[in-house]
């Protein structure tokens, strides 16, 4: 019999739901907020109101896009957590009313497992580029930047993780000081294409083990910034591309180094990425780099999978459906959590 599971995510700003059947994905709608846009960053209450609307017309348009009837459904995943609360309860509050509706099953899914698994969603049957265990992922978004040690499907161990900012954050708020908007990240991958990526230096932390620190770059880069603006007051305009080019070489670098590391560590050489932050082009060229260099077997998601989307929620709920690791109607969000 066919396992058909309807994946929800609310976790921030995206509105999203997909179906996968047997592992191949159907359908995955995804509404973006645009409410958001003149704050400069995510209005939590904003965006659950957003999700509040936004929630039944995408099931519905997933659904219909997939072919499946609601009564077809074996289960629905959604995200628990982490997340914004708000956000979170939206999701979870529509999945407990559909899925008791119907009388199925509730999967609860960790919205950091299922960017991993994203790289599991097969778009045709016969899909089958797929990291073999164990791998490491280097998960980067707005909100995290981790590097996991995966070894099944259900089974992740962070062996690193950002102990103040993640790499999309530092991405954002340099791009807002450069006044580049919201969100900076795929704008400062744009600018940096045309600019010099040694033109200034900035400040790399010295943090032992596998984490990660971010905070000292942003501050240094706020400090390049108000030298030479006392020198020039057209200094960001200027260098926008320079600018970039050089924020973007530092992140990329201090993100591979402790990867690198990791996986002579753990003598891992198929390594995949994931999180809206592996949309970056600087990324993804060094991640094909280190495949030449050191002989890894990479995996990089396409475009649609690096933000957030119901269909790795779908994906992540499909292996739990099979274990049967479902949730009960108690089943409350959680806004910060570690796999
Ligand atoms: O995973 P994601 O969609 O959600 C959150 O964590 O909220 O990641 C969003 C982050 C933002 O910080 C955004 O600026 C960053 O991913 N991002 C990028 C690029 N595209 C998205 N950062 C650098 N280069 C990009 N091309």
Not at 55 to 80: C, D, N, Y
Not at 225 to 253: G, S
Not at 260 to 278: F, I, Q
């Amino acid at each position: 019999m066919d396992t058909i599971i309807l994946g929800i995510e609310s976790s921030c700003d995206d509105t999203s739901a997909a179906i996968i059947r047997n592992g191949v994905m159907l359908s995955n709608v995804i509404t973006n907020q645009d409410v958001h846009r003149e704050y400069g960053g995510v209005v939590p209450e904003l965006a659950s109101r957003a999700h509040e609307r936004n929630i039944i017309p995408v099931v519905h348009a997933a659904l219909t896009r997939a072919g499946i009837e609601k009564e077809q459904l074996s289960a629905v995943a959604f995200t628990r957590g982490p997340g914004l609360m708000g956000s979170l309860l939206v999701g979870t509050s529509f999945t407990k009313g559909f899925a008791a509706g119907l009388n199925v099953p509730m999967v609860d899914v960790n919205h950091l497992h299922a960017h991993v698994l994203a790289h599991f969603i097969k778009e045709h049957e016969e899909d089958d580029n797929q990291p073999k265990f164990p791998f490491l992922c280097l998960l980067v978004s707005g909100g995290n930047s981790q590097i996991i040690l995966v070894k099944a499907y259900n089974n992740m161990e962070v062996v690193g993780q950002t102990i103040d900012d993640a790499a999309g954050e530092a991405f954002d708020k340099c791009a807002k000081v450069m006044g580049l908007g919201y969100p900076g990240g795929p704008v400062v991958d744009k600018l940096a294409k045309e600019g010099n990526p040694n033109a200034f230096t900035l400040n790399k932390p010295h943090i032992p083990g596998f984490n990660y620190s971010f905070s000292g770059l942003k501050t240094s880069f706020l400090y390049l910034l108000r030298d030479e603006l006392k020198k020039d007051p057209d200094f960001i305009e200027k260098n926008k591309a320079d600018l970039c080019a050089t924020l973007q070489a530092t992140v990329v670098d201090i993100l591979m180094n402790k990867l690198r590391k990791a996986t002579k560590e753990y003598g891992v050489k198929e390594v995949a990425v994931a999180g809206g932050v592996s949309a970056n082009s600087g990324l993804r060229q060094a991640f094909e780099d280190h495949a030449v260099k050191y002989g890894w077997k990479i995996y990089i998601p396409k475009f649609a999978f690096t933000t957030d989307n119901a269909a790795m929620v779908a994906m992540a709920g499909y292996f739990k459906y099979q274990d049967k690791q479902f949730c009960g109607m108690d089943a409350t969000p959680y806004s910060r959590v570690e796999i």
